[in-house]
């Protein structure tokens, strides 16, 4: 009997532990609108996988399960990829999605910084955009960027690898980056002008995230100002300048299409913290929620 009740008391105070830290961390907001009225696809749907066989910190029913609700929403049929990249497994796909790669299982365990893909699987996904795939390409601050390099490279892009923060163009701090109209870090491009006035992107939040340089003819979205600073990790004292950087990036390659983003949050709708603090589409004021859609009109041809 005692030795039954003690195992019992270490798994009633597990669990108490596992909801206390859970309180503190970062999860899907439920009250989020993921409705789109007058969804882009009401026919042919385009099919989206979604990987998740690279220890994916975004997941379709995690914290990116509100991006994946909103875009089902919009007509795109969404499949999770559980699979390493392949020829046969791509091939019936017009878009993949990745977010947040990762070398291991967890950010914080050794080797997550390691490439998240071997060099095959980078080589088919290069074929598969050049001969007419679309690929959303999403890699945070570290070890995301690092875990998502060798990829990237493929198509002719920098990752800086660290952190990206700005102390002059903020929203409610310096990790919290700014990109909108009115301080010309938000650039023209069919993304950012959407198909009609309603669509048209003004302002976009992003929160911390690493910095991007593109390939020759890239198009920039959000483009870092003068002041941007990269550090290597987030308690380093010292910084380089990330000026003329980017947090996003979008090319065609071949007959494909690339979107490249240095930072996550944008695109999901969370809660943080104890405090459970909007981070993301949620946040009042931010237009990333159609900057979600659009991406997608973009790499499903319809901009």
């Known amino acids: 009997m005692k030795t039954h009740f003690g195992r019992f008391l270490v798994l009633a105070l597990a669990v108490v532990l596992q909801s206390q830290l859970a309180d503190g961390q970062q999860g899907p907001d ?5 409705t789109v009225a007058h969804p882009a696809y009401s026919k042919n749907y385009p099919r989206v996988i979604f990987d998740e066989a690279h220890n994916n910190f975004h997941t379709t ?6 991006f994946v609700d909103l875009i089902l929403s919009d007509g795109y049929n969404v499949v999770p990829g559980r699979k390493l990249f392949a020829k046969p497994s791509l091939s019936t796909f017009k878009i993949l ?8 299982e967890d950010m914080d365990e050794e ?28 890699a945070d601050h570290a070890p995301f960027g690092a875990a998502a390099e060798s990829l990237g490279k493929r198509f002719g892009v920098e990752m800086s690898k660290g952190y990206t923060f700005d102390p002059e163009n903020y929203f409610k701090g310096p990790s919290t980056l700014i990109f909108s109209r009115e301080n010309k870090r938000l650039l023209d491009h069919p993304i950012t002008h959407g198909r009609k006035d309603s669509e048209r992107i003004n302002q976009v939040l992003t929160f911390t995230g690493q ?13 870092l100002s003068q002041t941007a600073r990269d550090k290597p990790d987030r308690e380093s004292q010292t910084s380089v300048s990330a000026a003329g950087s980017a947090q996003g990036i979008a090319f065609k390659f071949g007959k494909g299409r690339v979107v490249v983003l240095g930072e996550a949050a944008m695109l999901s709708a969370q809660l943080a913290g104890a405090e459970k603090q909007p981070m993301g589409m949620n946040v009042a004021g931010s237009d990333n929620r159609q900057l979600a859609l659009n991406i997608m009109h973009w790499l499903s041809g319809l901009l």
């Open 211 to 223: 910095s991007l340089k593109g390939p020759e003819g890239s198009s920039v979205l959000f483009l």
């Open 30 to 34: 439920p009250e989020f609108n993921t």
């Open 61 to 66: 029913t995690g914290r990116y399960k509100p």
């Open 111 to 138: 080797g997550a910084d390691r490439s998240a893909f071997t060099e095959e699987e980078c080589d088919v996904v290069r074929d598969w955009v050049k001969g007419g795939g679309a690929l959303l390409l999403i």
């Open 97 to 104: 999605v990745i977010a947040n790669a990762l070398g291991a």
